[in-house]
């Protein structure tokens, strides 16, 4: 088995006590992350409005949207065998 990050491990943790032996939780997990991601933060291709025009604290936002989108993501793919982050990275 691959090495996971603390968090993707603590998720594929909880999800095998609670499931049949034959399920394939990583793929589960991957896909209801995915869905969370697709729900909480919507992808987004430009920021609503420019950092030129004065709206600093909106485009801010939408980055720190943006970054929270890529972290959940990136466990997804993780868990899809995608890319494999050392176990100490989140």
Do not use: Y
Request: glycine content about 2%; proline content about 8%.
């Amino acid at each position: 088995m691959p090495e996971f990050s603390t968090t993707t491990q603590a998720l594929l943790d909880a999800v095998c006590s609670n499931t049949e032996p034959d399920c394939d939780a990583q793929h589960l997990i991957a896909a209801a992350l995915e869905a969370l991601a697709d729900q909480v933060v919507p992808k987004q291709q430009e920021p609503p409005e420019s950092p030129h025009m004065g709206n600093f604290i909106s485009h801010a936002r939408w980055i720190q949207r943006q970054v929270l989108r890529h972290r959940i993501l990136a466990i997804a793919a993780e868990l899809r065998g995608q890319n494999q982050p050392s176990r100490n990275s989140n």
